[in-house]
């Protein structure tokens, strides 16, 4: 059986990382912003994280910035 992954998962997920990596969110939204070139504030991606609306490539982005690498890997 497959187990759907929640809005949930992913913000728990991505906020656990991102704290144990020692950022906090404004500090990786500031990264962003910076990455993108425009104004990424840390209210706009609690609120992605809560919705669920982040953009995969912004969870890569994400990952890249607090010094994770995301690979898929066959099961």
Not at 14 to 37: D, F, H, M, N, T
Not at 42 to 67: C, F, H, M, P, S
């Amino acid at each position: 059986m497959i187990k759907k992954t929640t809005k949930e998962d992913v913000k728990n997920q991505l906020r656990a990382k991102i704290i144990a990596k020692g950022w906090s969110v404004p500090q990786v939204a500031e990264k962003l912003g910076e990455l993108y070139r425009k104004d990424y504030s840390g209210e706009n991606l609690n609120n992605k994280l809560r919705r669920g609306t982040i953009q995969y490539k912004e969870v890569l982005d994400i990952a890249e910035i607090i010094g994770f690498k995301i690979k898929w890997i066959e099961k």
